[in-house]
């Protein structure tokens, strides 16, 4: 995290260690509604719009909870999805009857737009949810063009951009997502515990509401009847870590005053650098695929388990991080691997840094 993140965090736990949790909130009550304009700001939408949560996952349970499914509706997503939410999906299908379809991806990698937009003419489904950059590769899915097919057959669009805040700009208007859900931390260097839930106009008229609704999201005003909040805050829980969302705040601010496109720029020229030095090691083999690639690098090392690369790796002061088969099964079996371990260049990171991470790896490689 970078230092006014962590400023942002220590400064609000200890005023509340001072004066208490309630009166902490209410001092710095304009500071935590301004935490929503600046994360509205950083996916091109409107605080309205806006609603925090705990994780990624947690928005992404909220969002799904929203959606009245029935037994024959279809969830449309792809082959490269993160792994909890294809998780929830297979739960629905087997609470609710709903069915559960996969597009297929292109020869190079990544779902194919057009077989999508084919799929959701054919299948009229409830939902289409892809994952924007999976956790498992470095592709990056035209989720625009998904968005597109999805606005013209009215159909709702969800989409997980949770590698892909912070590395790259996205712009929910031109994604064309009826919810967006990501985490604080990864590349937009947020804390670790909170993430939030992009809520279109159109999902709100809709009236869509989680399964969940506590005193955040309506107001009990009468005996036997409540009304709910007319923004994303209906998303929400009354209970927050506020010092988290002040850090998710000054992490938003923090990336967009660096420019999200020179973020991206850099990201994508230091990844690519170390594609290029990783495939030359004898024995490794670079698993990233699809016509885009970003800053996230994946490798299997042939006869070395992935943790144990990491492990090795952390001796020389290199951090990676280890991905098992289920991590990623359709895409990990379709590559004829056990898992991967994976590389993520930040805009902070040194041509230097990559050079010292592919040497690190080969002396590792050598030491089997």
Same mark, same amino acid.
């Not at 949790?21 to 950083?42: F, M, T, V």
């Not at 705040?249 to 170390?274: C, F, Q, V």
């Not at 070395?304 to 690369?309: A, N």
């Given at each position: 995290?970078?230092?006014?993140?962590?400023?942002?965090?220590?400064?609000?736990?200890?005023?509340?260690?001072? /004066?208490?949790?309630?009166?902490?909130?209410?001092?710095?009550?304009?500071?935590?509604?301004?935490?929503?304009?600046?994360?509205?700001?950083?996916?091109?939408?409107?605080?309205?719009?806006?609603?925090?949560?705990?994780? =990624?996952?947690?928005?992404?349970?909220?969002?799904?909870?929203?959606?009245?499914?029935?037994?024959?509706?279809?969830?449309?997503?792809?082959?490269?999805? &993160?792994?909890?939410?294809?998780?929830?999906?297979?739960?629905?299908?087997?609470?609710?009857?709903?069915?559960?379809?996969?597009?297929?991806?292109?020869?190079?990698?990544?779902?194919?737009?057009?077989?999508?937009?084919?799929? /959701?003419?054919?299948?009229? !489904?409830?939902?289409?949810?892809?994952?924007?950059?999976?956790?498992?590769?470095?592709?990056?899915?035209?989720?625009?063009?998904?968005?597109?097919? +999805?606005?013209?057959?009215?159909?709702? &669009?969800? @989409?997980?951009?949770?590698?892909?805040?912070?590395?790259? !700009?996205?712009?929910?208007?031109?994604?064309? +997502?009826?919810?967006?859900?990501?985490?604080?931390?990864?590349?937009?260097?947020?804390?670790?515990? /909170?993430?939030?839930?992009?809520?279109?106009?159109?999902?709100?008229?809709?009236?869509?509401?989680?399964?969940?609704?506590?005193?955040?999201?309506?107001?009990?005003?009468?005996?036997?009847?409540?009304?709910?909040?007319?923004?994303?805050?209906?998303?929400?829980?009354?209970?927050?870590?506020?010092?988290?969302?002040?850090?998710?705040?000054? =992490?938003?601010? &923090?990336?967009?005053?660096?420019?999200?496109?020179?973020?991206?720029?850099?990201?994508?020229?230091?990844?690519? @650098?170390?594609?290029?030095? @990783?495939?030359?090691?004898?024995?490794?083999?670079?698993?990233?695929?699809?016509?885009?690639?970003?800053?996230?690098?994946?490798?299997?090392?042939?006869?070395?388990?992935?943790?144990? /690369?990491?492990?090795?790796?952390?001796?020389?002061?290199?951090?990676?991080?280890?991905?098992?088969?289920?991590?990623?099964?359709?895409? &990990?079996?379709?590559?004829?691997?056990?898992?991967?371990?994976?590389?993520?260049?930040?805009?902070?990171?040194?041509?230097?840094?990559?050079?010292?991470?592919?040497?690190?790896?080969?002396?590792?490689?050598?030491?089997?």
């Amino acid at each position: 995290m970078p230092a006014p993140v962590i400023a942002a965090v220590k400064d609000y736990f200890a005023l509340e260690t001072m /004066i208490g949790g309630y009166e902490a909130e209410d001092e710095r009550a304009a500071d935590r509604e301004a935490a929503y304009d600046a994360i509205a700001s950083l996916v091109n939408a409107h605080r309205r719009n806006i609603a925090f949560a705990s994780s =990624a996952t947690h928005a992404l349970e909220a969002a799904l909870s929203s959606i009245p499914f029935a037994s024959g509706d279809v969830i449309l997503t792809t082959r490269n999805d &993160y792994v909890s939410n294809q998780i929830q999906y297979l739960m629905l299908e087997q609470r609710y009857g709903v069915r559960l379809e996969r597009a297929p991806d292109l020869p190079e990698g990544g779902v194919d737009p057009a077989a999508m937009a084919e799929m /959701i003419e054919r299948h009229r !489904p409830r939902l289409v949810s892809v994952s924007h950059v999976p956790t498992n590769s470095g592709l990056v899915q035209d989720a625009a063009a998904i968005g597109a097919a +999805c606005r013209e057959h009215d159909v709702l &669009y969800l @989409l997980d951009a949770c590698q892909s805040i912070g590395q790259m !700009p996205v712009d929910v208007k031109a994604l064309g +997502c009826d919810f967006l859900t990501t985490t604080a931390r990864k590349f937009l260097r947020g804390p670790r515990g /909170i993430g939030f839930l992009y809520i279109s106009d159109r999902a709100l008229e809709q009236g869509l509401t989680p399964v969940s609704v506590d005193s955040r999201g309506a107001h009990w005003v009468e005996a036997d009847r409540f009304e709910l909040v007319d923004d994303a805050r209906r998303f929400e829980n009354w209970e927050f870590a506020w010092s988290l969302i002040l850090g998710a705040a000054a =992490a938003a601010r &923090y990336a967009s005053a660096l420019g999200l496109d020179r973020i991206e720029k850099r990201i994508r020229h230091l990844a690519a @650098l170390l594609r290029t030095g @990783l495939a030359e090691i004898p024995g490794v083999r670079v698993l990233d695929r699809g016509r885009e690639q970003c800053g996230i690098v994946t490798i299997a090392v042939a006869g070395r388990e992935p943790r144990d /690369i990491v492990l090795a790796l952390r001796k020389h002061r290199i951090n990676t991080q280890a991905q098992r088969r289920d991590s990623a099964v359709i895409d &990990y079996d379709a590559k004829g691997v056990k898992g991967s371990v994976r590389f993520s260049p930040h805009a902070f990171n040194t041509e230097d840094e990559v050079r010292v991470a592919i040497e690190a790896l080969g002396r590792v490689k050598g030491e089997e």
